[in-house]
């Protein structure tokens, strides 16, 4: 960290510790100073790599690699046009090749590979999507909405744990005054000797205590059994919708290799059934009927007759 | 002998038993019985171990279908060695008794470093350096590449074995360490995969915790064990911290910058690959689209460290688009890396939850979460297709995609602390990056599921319940045994106050008292002069112990203590800690005996035991309480509280009260010892504090104990130790501690056990 310093006038960290270095959208780092003093007009280039800058575009540099820094201020400026979500597309794996295809875009232009080209396919594909682009605007993916729950979740139960100790404090100390006091009270009217109204005292502060004891236990439920928190409706975020090809019916055909086999309902007329066992009124209350096995085993008998 | 426990017959090795363990068996089998977990106490020295592996053995012969395996996990490799032996013993006695050839399969399993025979491998001193070597000797695709070129470097060892001796069984028998090596030598097969290999139908497997509650090793090793085995944890009163150990992280500036020069690496392996050998690195891609099921047939030797837990959906899905191809990945892991650089360079300490840190990370980098679940299973990937022979080079990198996988994966019960730099040493900056896990349950979950029976075992484990709070499971069975003694061969007192009567603490408050100093040191000089033997006395922390040290020595104290006993002290340097170790015992064997000062949570209060007259009198100065100022303590008891409803004060009671019973524990290994257990706190004589001691412990405390003076334990101290010196014979033992089968048969003696049983 100390070695870090301006490439301009050699200044390091470790010589000025206030020292701070800016980067612009080429990546490469200047010190505040050399900045205010090089783009005192407002605009020039850069020192390194001669590309014409704005001052107005230099940033304190956040990370070391000033790389990165480059990377990330592209990366942000490509998803704001990238910005498709998992449900835009029909299948996880189109929506890997989204993803792949925006990640593509971002390392050829912080590599300054192929840079017109990539402007161009950026370009053409804002103008196609732009009215998608629009309406994506406002809407968090997924993985983001499940984060900002959790965060409000942890939100609430940290604050609602603040309050409930602070309350059950503000109890016990009341609950302990008002013991006291009831003390007080008794041994100053009472008739019954002090020892007596001392040991019953004793009782009820112990009992007391093991009230305090059970309430900490009994646990609060905030969740109902569905997972959904109580006192708040669900976001319902609209189903994706699927359109695939409609299936059709393809009457199933199997290659016997035999003569054709008579329909079932024909077995009767053509007398196979003559020989066969008829079924029994136990038989047909089950779905069975002689038709079935006759038809079976003919079926049997017939397949793969032609060699 | 042979017991019959409510219809099993069990062979027990010895000819006496001690009627603990019989209830001990008892309550196993009906753990076994049920399929349940169970938890059980037992003070150690009373024969914990060969109970267990009897009566599990005698099952698995009895249900050869109900349960099928026996995992025995301990701590030490000394431990597990010790298990090993006194199954061979049982084995032995099952072949004397039956006639039969012994069928049983029982074998230990420990790391390459403790296994390897290869001459050059073995021959390297750091366990990390082995499991390098041996990974670039033995992987696959060093192997693949050795088929077109021969000159390369090979194991003639695991060649030989992956060539023949998987398909050849192992024969039965017992085996320890040392027996695998010998076997692997004889057969010339590499022991550790031999052993690797065979546990999977081995009736006994012996191993460390960390074999499977550790994920990364567990899924390699212990992935494939049946479900119908009986999981032991021995030692078990640590558990919770091994398993936190686990699944935490911490991350430093080195980490950091050791991470940047292996994703360096990388890239330049990347670029040079991809000129050389571009089809490589296609059909990774291409494995990558269909989804990690496919990309993640690993070979065996393939020991990348594995993911750490992740949920089955993940590893069914595809690998998101944005880091498939290698260099994107590469991109991905360098604005990670810059994203923690710029974290850590903090100037105060930051505390988030894992929600809060994606967050950030999608604000200030754009990473978002889907690939950070990823990324240990994508960097595991690169490094197979890259063909990185010296995988120990890449633990830095490693355990970032580590830190992504977890943080992103786990909502709760995980926190994130940055700390810019220690509280001992506030002006030198040092960040450190913890991700600490405060849920123990994470780790063991998966162990709890799996497996039909899990015994959590040791000799300090009160109070019973909190355990099965703290990790998340239901026990079938809850007991905690004492001992049986014929003798009251333990004597804890509790000192309370000073000769001059100024109450004895390590209260933060009174711990630079002047008076308290020189009471605790007027209790050490006066033990020295009474007890012979050895002295073992524990501080509650090494700044502590070097502090009283000081102080004494100003007083003279130490010279008068020098006067009766040598004096030995332990450090953090494990070396100089094993020396004093050494002499300690040296001095012990002379007569006049020696003190050892040591630290609870150290090494000694851990893993040493002081037998017979190694340790006649064990002091504990003080009450063992963690440091509570740190943060990640903090962050734990406050997850405590709420997911588990346990008090902060009652953890770090339960968490105190566990070590100091650990500590006074080392003195009594058996029943023919005996020794002196002096709590030298006021806080002690507390029913909050004496109430989570064990049981065995507890009952030896009379009312008459309790917040005594320095006088009044010399005097007592005494009265004991001219007791116990009388000579003690087995045949005082018998019928009352110790009981022969016909005594354990007799009518009267069934009763008292039951009742010991259901007492607790």
């Known amino acids: ?307 | 002998m042979k017991l019959n426990i409510e219809g099993l017959l069990v062979y027990f090795p010895y000819d006496y038993i001690y009627p603990e363990q019989y209830s001990y068996m008892l309550e196993l089998k009906r753990t076994l019985d049920a399929k349940g977990h169970g938890v059980l106490e037992m003070p150690s020295g009373t024969g914990k171990t060969v109970s267990l592996l009897s009566l599990i053995v005698a099952y698995q012969r009895a249900h050869p279908l109900e349960v099928t395996k026996l995992i025995y996990c301990s701590r030490t490799v000394p431990e597990i060695e010790k298990v090993v032996e006194e199954l061979r013993k049982l084995i032995e006695f099952y072949v004397k008794e039956t006639g039969k050839e012994n069928n049983l399969l029982a074998l230990a399993l420990s790391s390459r470093k403790n296994l390897c025979i290869h001459p050059e491998v073995s021959s390297l001193r750091f366990g990390k350096e082995v499991d390098g070597k041996c990974h670039s000797l033995t992987a696959s695709y060093i192997r693949a590449q050795r088929h077109s070129n021969p000159s390369l470097p090979s194991c003639c060892f695991y060649e030989e074995f992956d060539a023949v001796g998987r398909q050849v069984p192992v024969s039965a028998g017992v085996y320890n360490l040392d027996d695998l090596k010998d076997y692997g030598r004889r057969k010339g097969w590499c022991p550790y995969y031999l052993a690797r290999y065979s546990i999977l139908n081995a009736n006994i497997i012996v191993y460390s915790y960390h074999y499977l509650l550790d994920p990364k090793i567990a899924d390699l090793v212990s992935k494939e064990l049946a479900k119908k085995s009986v999981v032991v944890f021995d030692e078990a009163h640590n558990i919770d911290s091994v398993c936190i150990d686990s699944m935490s992280v911490n991350i430093t500036r080195r980490t950091l910058d050791r991470c940047q020069l292996n994703v360096d690496t990388l890239q330049n392996t990347i670029q040079r690959i991809k000129e050389t050998d571009a089809a490589k690195l296609k059909q990774e891609y291409r494995q990558l689209l269909e989804g990690l099921k496919e990309a993640s047939v690993a070979r065996e030797t393939d020991v990348f460290l594995s993911n750490p837990v992740l949920p089955d959906e993940i590893l069914q899905e595809a690998v998101p688009g944005s880091i498939r191809t290698a260099e994107h990945f590469i991109g991905f892991l360098k604005r990670f890396l810059e994203y923690l650089k710029a974290r850590l360079r903090t100037h105060h300490v930051v505390q988030e939850s894992a929600p809060q840190f994606l967050k950030d990370i999608f604000e200030k980098v754009c990473i978002d979460r889907k690939p950070m679940r990823f990324c240990a299973e994508r960097l595991h990937s690169l490094l197979r297709t890259l063909e990185i022979a010296d995988i120990a080079d890449f633990s830095a990198v490693t355990l970032i995609s580590h830190f992504a996988t977890l943080v992103s994966t786990y909502s709760k019960g995980f926190t994130i602390i940055i700390e810019p730099f220690e509280d001992k040493t506030p002006t030198i900056a040092n960040p450190v990056l913890h991700f600490s896990c405060m849920d123990a349950s994470i780790a063991i979950k998966p162990v709890f599921e799996r497996f039909q029976t899990v015994i959590i075992t040791s000799g300090t484990l009160s109070p019973l319940d909190i355990y099965p709070r703290i990790l998340d499971f239901r026990p079938v069975t809850m007991s905690s045994f004492t001992m049986t003694l014929a003798r009251t061969c333990l004597c804890p007192l509790i000192v309370g106050r000073g000769n001059d009567q100024v109450a004895m603490s390590s209260k933060y408050e009174t711990r630079e008292d002047f008076a308290v100093i020189r009471n605790y040191g007027n209790l050490l000089l006066e033990m020295s002069a009474i007890v012979p033997d050895g002295i073992v006395a524990f501080f509650t922390s090494y700044v502590y112990m070097e502090n009283i040290v000081a102080s004494w020595y100003e007083q003279g104290i130490l010279e008068n203590v020098q006067r009766n006993k040598l004096i030995f002290i332990e450090t953090p340097d494990a070396a100089e800690t094993s020396m004093a170790l050494e002499k300690y015992q040296e001095a012990c064997e002379n007569g006049r005996g020696a003190i050892l000062l040591s630290v609870a949570r150290g090494k000694v209060s851990e893993g040493i035991d002081f037998v017979h007259h190694y340790g006649r009198a064990v002091i504990m100065f003080g009450v063992p309480y963690v440091y509570t100022q740190s943060r990640i303590l903090k962050a734990r008891l406050e997850y405590l509280r709420d997911q588990f409803q346990i008090r902060e004060n009652d953890f770090l009671t339960f968490d105190a009260m566990r070590h100091a019973a650990q500590c006074v524990g080392r003195a009594i290994r058996g029943k023919t010892d005996y020794g002196l257990m002096i709590f030298a706190d006021k806080r002690y004589a507390r029913a909050d504090k004496r109430g989570k001691l064990p049981r065995w412990i507890q009952e030896q405390i009379t009312d008459s104990s309790l917040n005594l003076s320095i006088d009044e334990t010399v005097q007592l101290s005494k009265h004991f130790l001219r007791q116990m010196a009388q000579p003690f014979r087995r045949e005082d033992q018998l019928g009352l501690s110790l009981l022969t089968l016909e005594q354990l048969q007799s009518e009267e003696m069934l009763q008292r056990i039951t009742q010991l049983a259901h007492q607790s």
């Open chain 1, 1 to 307: 960290m100390d070695d870090q310093g301006c490439p301009r006038c050699k200044t390091t960290k470790y010589r000025n510790p206030s020292l701070k270095l800016m980067v612009n959208v080429c990546g490469h780092t200047l010190c505040e100073s050399c900045v205010e003093m090089l783009f005192v007009r407002g605009s020039g280039n850069c020192v390194q790599c001669d590309t014409p800058l704005r001052k107005s575009n230099f940033r304190v540099q956040l990370f070391e690699d000033p790389a990165i820094d480059k990377e990330v201020e592209i990366r942000k400026k490509v998803l704001k046009i990238y910005n498709k979500r998992e449900f835009d597309f029909p299948s996880l794996r189109e929506y890997n090749d989204y993803l792949e295809q925006v990640e593509e875009i971002v390392f050829n232009l912080t590599n300054n590979i192929d840079l017109e080209r990539t402007r161009q396919i950026m370009e053409q594909y804002q103008r196609e999507n732009r009215d998608v682009i629009q309406r994506n605007k406002v809407k968090l993916t997924r993985e983001q909405e499940e984060l900002e729950e959790l965060l409000l979740l942890e939100q609430k139960s940290t604050e609602e744990r603040r309050l409930e100790l602070l309350e059950e404090e503000k109890r016990q100390l009341q609950a302990k005054r008002k013991n006291k006091q009831a003390l007080l009270d008794e041994l100053e009217s009472s008739q019954l000797p002090a020892c007596v109204l001392l040991a019953q005292h004793k009782d009820r502060a112990t009992q007391l205590e093991r009230q305090i004891e059970k309430q900490k236990q009994a646990v609060k439920t905030t969740i109902f059994s569905t997972g959904i928190p109580m006192g708040q409706t669900v976001s319902l975020q609209p189903v994706p919708e699927i359109r695939e090809v409609l299936y059709h019916y393809q009457p199933l055909f199997i290659a016997t290799h035999g003569p054709p086999v008579p329909e079932l309902d024909q077995l009767q007329r053509l007398g196979y059934l003559n020989h066969v066992r008829a079924a029994s009124q136990q038989d047909m209350a089950g779905g069975y009927c002689s038709g079935l096995a006759c038809h079976r085993a003919l079926q049997d008998a017939f397949s793969g007759l032609y060699p």
